[in-house]
Structure formats: C-alpha cells, structure tokens
C-alpha cells in the first residue's frame, strides 16, 4: 500500500502551497492574521503577490466534506479502481469504486454473517447516494457482480493489512532481531 503525505492536513496553509492547492482543484480560504474573517480566494480577491509572503495574511483548504471528497476524488482517483477512503462517524467502511465517475459502497458490520459464500459475507452493502449519510436500504448482495464484491473485499483487506503493518511497527517488531533474521532468511524466495 503506498502512503502519501498529505501536505494539506494541516490548519492553516504555508504561503508556498496555495498556488500548488488552487491548481489541484482545492478552494482555498484567506484571513487577516488573528482574524476569524475567512472568504474565499479567487479572482475578485484584492490580493498581491507580495501580500502572500507579507507575514499578514493566513490561508488555509476548506474543508467542508464536499471540497475534500472532490479533491480526493480527483487526486487518487487515477490512481486506485477500488480504494479505502475512511469509516463515517458510525465507525463503517467507506470503499470508492471507480475512475472517471466513483461511486461509493458502505460497508456495515452484521451481528451475524450471510450465508451465501461470498466476499465480505459479514457486511451488509449501502451505495452512498449522498456524501456522509446512509442510505434507507441494502444491496441485494445476489444483485452483485463477483468483480465488485472482490474489489471492495480487496480494498477492506489492504486496509486491514495497512492496520495490523502499523500495530506491528508500534510495537517495535519490524526492529526486532527475529524479524531481522526472517528477512535476511527469505530474502532470495521472492519477497
């Protein structure tokens, strides 16, 4: 899984990064130092150049979830046919499918399991029609295509992988002599 920082998560944004946000698409918001006063920058904004690195002028991505999940969209889009993007604030698993036009699958843990055999057999499926909300009802999961329901397991299971790689380093096990020892062993058998 390749992990890229983000160099727009911050607060407030360095005066370097606002023409390289604007040109990705972001909608950028300015304020006077100590200010609360945010509007956004566009062309009818009476700034200079030289206002940008005066020292008196803050700037920093609005982030409404519409603006970001159109920035996402864009930025990693390209990248991934199906992606993990993050848990909603009921703690599900939001999955974006597709390139061009994304849809995005919730995935919602069952108190028990389906019977049916299949790919993420322990989650009901929601398409999201509108960002951040659950919709009132479930994919038939027999409505499904195999290929989607393996690429959304494929997504969940970078993601679980992602997590438990992470457990791991916390721990200090990839710094360990045994670690060390299984790499060095199983260097030349392909991994």
């Not at 609360?36 to 005066?54: G, H, K, M, Q, V």
């Not at 679980?160 to 790689?165: G, M, R, V, Y």
Request: hydrophobic share 30%.
């Amino acid at each position: 899984m390749n992990i890229q920082v983000n160099n727009f998560a911050s607060d407030t944004l360095p005066a370097h990064l606002v023409f390289e946000a604007i040109s990705k698409g972001l909608k950028v918001l300015v304020s006077e130092v100590n200010s609360n006063d945010w509007t956004p920058l566009n062309a009818e904004s009476n700034i200079t150049l030289r206002d940008f690195y005066s020292g008196f002028l803050v700037f920093k991505i609005d982030k409404s979830i519409n603006e970001y999940e159109n920035f996402h969209y864009r930025n990693k889009g390209s990248q991934f046919f199906y992606e993990y993007l993050n848990d909603d604030q009921n703690g599900n698993h939001r999955i974006r499918c597709g390139l061009e036009n994304p849809t995005v699958y919730i995935l919602v843990a069952r108190k028990s399991r389906h019977n049916d055999g299949r790919f993420l057999d322990k989650f009901d499926i929601y398409k999201e029609s509108t960002i951040g909300t659950l919709p009132d009802y479930c994919i038939n999961r027999h409505g499904l295509s195999d290929k989607l329901l393996t690429g959304l397991n494929r997504a969940y299971q970078a993601k679980q992988s992602f997590e438990h790689n992470q457990a791991l380093s916390k721990t200090g096990f990839f710094g360990s002599e045994d670690y060390k020892n299984f790499r060095s062993h199983n260097k030349n058998n392909g991994r």
